[in-house]
């Protein structure tokens, strides 16, 4: 009786998604009905003045609503950036799967390995790809799951743990990005409103970031090792990977694979080093710092970055497969590019309801009326020193649920963060690192987040049981990492700012 109830609850989550986008129009149209909207503060960048906007729900239950719904689902899903990532993305690491690189390379690389370097490693690199945006969901979720199927291991362990690491890492840049560029220029205009001659280091926060990349990646290991490694089990592969002595042909086909892949990286990384002959082609080199030269939006790099990935995939896959002899002709070539494509619908069909209520939500302004109503409690709140630390962390990660954006997100709350803290004798630095933390902790639990998708789709490909893996069932599995990372994070804060220890180069947590 207890296993029917529980078949008949277990959502499938597209079927999830679609209750989401009811549910999201119905509230709207309550909300709007009730005049609910909120007051947000944006900064003249000129006269540094104050400006009201009144940021109010709007319905989608209604006539105007069913056309945006009608008239924009294509477009949105079409749109959608993870949708276009992942199957170019597919068809490089259909190659290297098909050929057979992808299980020469993580058996020789994993063999004598323990586990729990393995998974180290893998939480390491997950924590510290936030530095390549987006695109490292892509790469990672797929890769995880690769290495820990032929690691012996399950995948969808590795799903899990590498999701937890880029999530709980998407906040904690050791290198400035893209992303920091552009909460820098809106911390730097709401400092300026208290001190107009206020500067900003872009390696401000370089200690303090290298120090939670580690801790975070050590605790992700071992909550895996000690708790979610066992609640996730067993696994039966779909098909048997027969253990095989590497052969001198696999041998061959390694080194012609990483002899190609180590040329196209040379000739990748020429072309965004500024200053050589012929250099810097991939560059935007109408912006001023190299960071936003390499990730700004008018940038190669930025534009075509999937594209670099996939076909470095392809070359390393298709040059192991000439030397292994696992491809003979251009048919085999043709089925690898196909071959991570196989079956791949129900995902597309997951990514097209997805999009569509990530979209509706957006539309319905429902988000920002929370995180403007969040800044508003902030700008009230009496508590100085660690009490007003530890509030804004708590406001961030719950405002980080309803819009997982960095940037959108933080030019709400900043007007008002800013100057509060440094009213309080706390650097808009470190107010910037408080916010980052906050928003790490829970980026892994909202589905809002385009990319949480990507990983619900990679954990049902590896899914062997009857029922799929549903939205909550994905997030259950996040909460115990979400749960470590708070608090370790919430240390390094506190601890930081008790001994006053510098955030980095030209950077502290006191004025």
């Known amino acids: 009786m207890n296993q029917k109830r529980k078949t008949k609850m277990n959502f499938h989550p597209i079927m999830s998604f679609i209750i989401f986008i009811g549910i999201i129009i119905v509230l709207s149209g309550i909300l709007q009905f009730l005049s609910i909207g909120q007051t947000s503060y944006t900064i003249n960048p000129t006269s540094l003045e104050y400006s009201q906007n009144l940021i109010n729900v709007e319905s989608l239950f209604n006539l105007t609503g069913i056309r945006y719904i009608f008239s924009s689902t294509v477009a949105n899903f079409m749109n959608f950036a993870p949708l276009s990532s992942l199957i170019i993305i597919l068809i490089g690491f259909g190659v290297m799967e098909r050929s057979g690189f992808l299980k020469t390379f993580i058996t020789l690389i994993t063999k004598k390995m323990k586990k729990n370097t393995m998974t180290f490693i893998l939480v390491f690199l997950s924590v510290i790809a936030s530095v390549f945006g987006d695109i490292s969901y892509i790469v990672m979720l797929p890769l995880s ?18 999701f937890a690491g880029l999530t709980c890492g998407s906040g904690l840049s050791m290198i400035f990005t893209s992303v920091d560029s552009s909460l820098l220029t809106e911390t730097l205009l709401s400092a300026r409103v208290i001190d107009n001659g206020y500067r900003l280091a872009t390696i401000s926060s370089i200690f303090i970031m290298l120090i939670a990349v580690i801790a975070v990646s050590l605790v992700i290991t071992w909550i895996t090792e000690k708790y979610v490694a066992n609640k996730i089990g067993s696994y039966e592969l779909k098909e048997e990977i027969e253990e095989e002595p590497i ?25 965004i080093i500024p200053g050589l002959p012929f250099s810097g082609a991939l560059l935007d080199n109408t912006q001023g710092f190299y960071i936003d030269k390499l990730f700004s939006y008018n940038s190669f790099f930025q534009t075509g970055f999937v594209f670099v990935v996939t076909i470095f995939f392809i070359i390393i896959g298709l040059f192991y497969g000439i030397g292994a002899k696992t491809i003979k002709s251009n048919k085999d070539i043709v089925d690898s590019l196909g071959h991570s494509l196989d079956g791949i619908g129900v995902s597309l069909v997951l990514i097209l309801f997805a999009s569509l209520f990530i979209s509706l939500f957006k539309k319905t302004n429902i988000g920002n009326v929370v995180v403007a109503f969040l800044a508003n409690v902030l700008s009230n709140v009496p508590f100085r020193g660690i009490p007003l630390i530890l509030f804004f962390f708590v406001i961030t ?11 959108t997100k933080w030019s709400i ?22 916010y980052r933390f906050g928003e790490s902790v829970t980026m892994g639990l909202t ?35 979400s749960i470590v990372t708070f608090l370790v994070l919430v240390a390094i804060i506190i601890l930081w700012y008790l001994i006053g220890l510098p955030l980095g180069i030209n950077g502290s947590t006191v004025l």
């Open 145 to 162: 799951a690769a290495v820990f199927k032929y690691g012996k291991r399950n995948p969808l362990l590795g799903t899990i743990v590498s």
């Open 247 to 271: 052969k001198r042909k696999q041998i061959r086909g390694l080194l012609f694979s990483l002899f190609a892949g180590l040329i196209y990286l040379i000739i990748f990384l020429y072309n």
């Open 397 to 407: 990660l719950i405002a980080n649920i309803f819009i997982p954006t960095s940037i």
């Open 413 to 434: 709350l900043a007007p008002v963060a800013v100057p509060i803290f440094m009213n309080a004798g706390i650097t808009p630095e470190f107010t910037q690192v408080i």
């Open 447 to 481: 589905p809002l987040m385009a990319y949480f998708v990507i990983y619900l789709a990679t954990l049902n490909n590896h899914n062997t049981k009857e029922n799929p893996i549903g939205i909550v069932e994905a997030i259950k599995y996040q909460i115990p990492y």
